[in-house]
Nanobody
Framework: QVQLVESGGGLVQPGGSLRLSCAAS????????MGWFRQAPGRQRQFVAAWYWSRGSPYYADSVKGRFTTSSAKNTVYLQMNDLKPEDTAVYYCAAAPRGTVDNDDYAYWGQGTQVTVSS
């Protein structure tokens, strides 16, 4: 059974940093894309970043480019978030898709989500 387990959320002041982790198990993810999404209260789920495991390369939404970095080690994907802003406050999810995509409808597997709150 596929499992994605996120960790690393919390409360941070503006300008601070957090690192989220997503541990994947239950299948081989070598050909998958691991995506990061976020959802703020009252808003639609939004693409943040993706790690293309087969290419070993990332892709970012414009809103986080230069501040967020995604990477992987073994079966874990990371999202390093720097220079956090209040508008980054949301529940962050990792997800897995069998192809390269930023469309959340294409992601077959989802983690439980972790809350990130940016506030002074």
């Amino acid at each position: 059974q596929v499992q994605l387990v996120e960790s690393g959320g919390g409360l941070v002041q503006p300008g601070g940093s957090l690192r989220l982790s997503c541990a994947a198990s239950g299948r081989t993810f070598a050909a998958y894309t691991m995506g990061w999404f976020r959802q703020a209260p009252g808003r639609q789920r939004q693409f943040v970043a993706a790690w293309y495991w087969s290419r070993g390369s990332p892709y970012y939404a414009d809103s986080v480019k230069g501040r967020f970095t995604t990477s992987s080690a073994k079966n874990t994907v990371y999202l390093q978030m720097n220079d956090l802003k209040p508008e980054d406050t949301a529940v962050y999810y990792c997800a897995a898709a069998p192809r390269g995509t930023v469309d959340n409808d294409d992601y077959a597997y989802w983690g439980q989500g972790t809350q990130v709150t940016v506030s002074s």
